[in-house]
């Protein structure tokens, strides 16, 4: 997996790209804690050129989720077609905000 993190204006942005799995949790974890910590509420999760995600992948999504919401942050989703499925088959499109490309993610976060 690699791991991207830059800013777009107020909004902080982690791209993640290949395999999004359990051996790279402890990494993108800390990661997304620190940005959260430190960030200005606004973060966004690229995962459009993620390949394949398990699940102590969605469970690092999940905490960044709750972290934001203790925060009184957003987090937007940007997926690929492999995330999108799992998402969906996992429910957790009923508490992510979701966008098809980091375009329209950073439209949503820019009018919050």
Known sequence: ??????????????ELSGRFIMADTPEVRIRLTSLIK???GKLIIDLEKV????SSACAVLISAFKNMQIKSGHLV???????QSLIELTRLHTIF???P??????????SK
């Not at 490309?101 to 820019?110: I, M, Q, R, V």
């Open 97 to 99: 905000e979701i966008s």
């Open 51 to 54: 390949t394949f995600i398990d």
């Open 77 to 83: 989703l940007v997926t690929s077609p492999v995330v």
């Open 101 to 110: 490309n980091l375009a329209s993610a950073l439209d949503a976060l820019e």
């Open 1 to 14: 997996m690699i791991l991207h993190e830059r800013k777009h204006n107020d909004i902080d942005i982690i």
């Open 38 to 40: 430190g960030g200005g």
